[in-house]
């Protein structure tokens, strides 16, 4: 009886299928065509469910109930042609631990038509027991680190202002939690551009055990006290069936510049128990110092800082800045028009380097500027904004300071300098040098004196 010979292709399928490595297949846009069992149970999941995700390179998107793909992308290295070996560690429920995953691109007649992923064994240990050190670029380090801070942070992960290591933003986390936790009236103050407004508003959306109702936005420096009242009494009584349940929360923006019959109005409606008023704000500094020097009506800066949240400046966090730009390129990357690994580490040493005004808002905007400039997979130091290179190298080579001039001392050194040429011509005769610089002989000696010359010797007798 003639053996009927199988399909390499069936072979090959049923190998990979079997093997303890998890494979994946993604075509050129990321997409996973192929998944094997130990893939899934390596991702906790049903290998069937990641098939058809895009597997991106990013941790913006996270699908509710379903399996993450992103967990295990493939650095956009690989689609330059590359061979890329990672640390990868998946962190959805049931994941296995850390593996070491080889990722290939697969070509055709030269062309990239998708990547290939093989890991280590699910039966093997993870690499973290083995002791292995990986070789990486820090974009790798820092997007695994992304990974872990979504998992800790849940449903706050989409603030980027809230991802570092730095202690001052580990507080702000706790604090926001807390705010969010207990509907505390809270104050978020800091420098422009640190992300205050944000905080605020994740904070209104996320409250625990509650909708959030309306939130109502005011830019305190633009508004006096009747557009204040009117404002905020006509979104309390929009609705016919005005429901004090759900509580009207005021977002105030730049509360310390709130006029001082502003602020008297505010203290009326938020006393009004008609309103159930909440309230979150910002400001540039704590509205309880500005209370203590006089600048503020220390009844309301009490009455609005039952929480005190400090933003701190980017330029106290340096460790945290280059987190913070991986976290904005993968941001990008999100919106799917191409996909980078990140900063290179002479580009991120840049970023460190430099001293941040516009703060998290600034880093924002450069990362943005240097995304569209990047040609490969990272972002490198010539694509920073050529405004960015000229502040840094502005930074490096500052101007040198202009010395005062003193003109006593000018003028001093200036006539130091004719007395000594009139003596030598006169040869230390200072009744002829007094007749060379037309003066009279006692004022020369008083000079000679005065500036310390050598005057203690006679006249030498004239030349005849």
Known sequence: MVKKQRSPIGMLRKHVGDSSHPVLVFDADRVIDYCNEACGRWMGVAASALLGQTAAYHFETVRGGAPIASDVAPPPDVF????????????????????????????????????????????????????????????ARLHRALAEFRRRLGKFYDLPSLVG?????????????????????????????????QVARTIHYHRNGSEPGVLVPLACSLVDAELLHTTITAHAYADPEFDTSRPLTLLLLDVDRLSPDGQRALVDITHDRELRIHTLATAGQSVLRSASDGGFREDLAHYLSTIEIEMPPLRDRPRDIPLLAQRFVEMRNAEGLKSLSGFDEDALDQLVQYVWPGNLDELR????????????????????????????????????????????????????????????????????????????????LRRIGQLALDGSKSDPPEPT
């Open 165 to 197: 290591r730095d202690p001052a933003i580990e507080r702000v986390r706790a604090q926001v939690v807390a705010s969010a936790a207990t509907a505390a009236r809270t104050l978020i103050h800091g420098p422009a551009g640190s992300g205050r407004e």
């Open 80 to 139: 330059e042609g590359h061979r890329v070996e990672r640390r990868i560690q998946p962190i959805g429920p049931g994941a296995g631990g850390p593996r070491l995953a080889t990722f290939l691109p697969l070509t055709t007649d030269g062309v990239i038509r998708g990547a290939l992923m093989i890991a280590d064994p699910v039966d093997a240990p993870p690499v973290r027991d083995r002791g292995e050190d990986v070789e990486e670029p820090e974009s």
């Open 365 to 444: 905007e450069v990362t943005r500027e240097a995304y569209e400039r990047a040609a490969g997979p990272y972002i490198r130091r010539t694509d920073l904004p050529s405004s960015f290179a000229a502040a840094d190298r502005a930074r490096k080579h500052p101007p040198r300071p202009i010395e005062p001039i003193r003109l006593d001392a000018v003028l001093e050194r200036f006539e130091r300098e004719i007395l000594e040429r009139a003596l030598e011509l006169a040869k230390g005769n200072r009744a002829r040098a007094a007749r060379l610089l037309g003066v009279s002989r006692p004022r020369l």
